[in-house]
């Protein structure tokens, strides 16, 4: 598709294709009018910015095809979720993909296929969801932070190898708003300390590092299907993998007792995604192309226009990330340059005018969930 961009293609496309905006915080100096800004742009932005999700008798047909069939679930012979498995893997350049009901489960299913447990260590960043933590404690193990990056918002990979102990296990990298990590810098540490390495895909599908998509720059990746990530059937997610041996492991852990190419009994739980869930991808996936599309020029023509603004720093792409799936648009405000303009004021401003914009994830590290485990005796190295 033409990369050539224009306010109004801008503003038509952001109606079918939301993209929420995400600000972190930042301290630097000079100062700069920023209510121009806003108030410039208010006459142009329509009401429904964010209209999510997008759909139509595709939708309605196929899932009324599954209710007709009766078979609702893979498990009773139901051919939807290896039919979404298999458009996703091949358009991800992936051999292999197991649907799940979340990007939680996926991530779980990746963690106990590679059998993390009590005594492992798992580094992650913390600025993240905080499910890509949860899963960690879920799985009895560990999890260590390493510091994001401020200007790409991505893991430090240049901090990794000082948080590894001989406890450390896997890296569980996450790309977060859809940008993607550094993923050779990341694979060249997991080598030096034979570290495994499941990235965090959820908000990254089509996302791409040199060239290549996402999922398989480590022995898998994970990615949500939840109501508000890019590709999105209410609740689901995927694993994806290019190690037929991992594949199994994996299949076998999500759906106990069900698995290839024998019946396992082993570690694991259901983690099934159901047919509807498989039917309503198949059917958002034949739109998925062209919305990553519109929503890849139209961050870049944001990038374009706010790079003009001092103050305003849209996240820097790490080396080699070739294509951000921009699940969020991210960027930094520098307060010392919007003086009549405070950061909530901003955001509040931003939210009125129909961009849905919001101050982003905190520091993982200092809430007090995260906090609490650090304390429990269980957790105390
Ligand atoms: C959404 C998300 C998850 C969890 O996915 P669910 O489908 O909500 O379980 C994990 N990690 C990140 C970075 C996410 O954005």
Not at 99 to 106: E, L, N, P
Not at 129 to 146: D, H, K, M, R
Not at 210 to 230: A, D, E, H, L
């Amino acid at each position: 598709m033409s990369t050539s961009q224009s306010r109004r293609k801008f503003i038509r496309n952001t109606v079918a294709v939301s993209a929420g905006v995400c600000i972190a915080k930042s301290s630097t100096a000079v100062a700069h009018p920023a209510t121009t800004i806003v108030d410039k742009t208010a006459s142009r932005i329509p009401k429904a910015v964010t209209e999510w999700p997008v759909w139509d008798e595709t939708e309605e047909n196929a899932l009324l095809n599954v209710l007709n069939s009766g078979t609702w679930g893979r498990t009773g012979g139901g051919p939807r979720c290896a039919e979404f498995e298999a458009a996703f893997s091949k358009r991800l350049q992936a051999k292999y993909c197991v649907a799940t009901s979340s990007g939680t489960t996926a991530l779980l299913t990746a963690l106990g296929a590679l059998n993390i447990g009590p005594g492992d260590e798992v580094i992650l960043p913390p600025y993240t969801f905080v499910a890509t933590f949860n899963v960690v404690t879920n799985s009895y193990a560990l999890p260590v932070f390493v510091d994001s990056d401020p200007h790409s918002f991505q893991i430090d990979p240049t901090k990794i190898a000082a948080a590894a102990t001989p406890a450390t296990k896997l890296l569980l990298p996450v790309h977060i708003g859809g940008y993607s990590a550094d993923m050779d810098a990341i694979n060249t540490v997991a080598k030096q300390h034979s570290l495994q390495v499941i990235e965090d895909a959820c908000q990254a599908p089509l996302a791409e590092y040199r060239g290549t998509p996402v999922g398989t720059q480590g022995i898998g990746g994970c990615f949500s299907f939840q109501s508000s990530k890019n590709l999105n059937c209410g609740e689901g997610g995927a694993l994806t993998t290019s190690d037929e041996a991992f594949f199994h492991k994996c299949y076998n852990f999500h759906t106990p007792g069900g698995g290839k190419p024998a019946a396992s009994v082993g570690r694991g739980s259901n983690f099934r995604l159901t047919e509807f869930q498989a039917a309503l991808l198949v059917a958002q996936f034949t739109r998925f192309e062209r919305q990553s599309n519109e929503r890849n020029t139209n961050a870049i023509y944001l990038t374009k226009l706010l790079s003009e603004i001092p103050g305003i720093a849209p996240a820097k792409l790490t080396n080699g990330c070739t294509r951000s799936a921009y699940h969020l648009y991210m960027l930094r405000y520098d307060k010392q340059h919007f003086a009549d303009l405070p950061r909530a004021k901003f955001l509040a401003e931003l939210n009125r005018l129909g961009v849905g914009a919001s101050s982003g994830y905190g520091t993982l590290n200092t809430t007090p969930h995260v906090k609490a485990l650090a304390t429990n005796q269980h957790y105390v190295r």
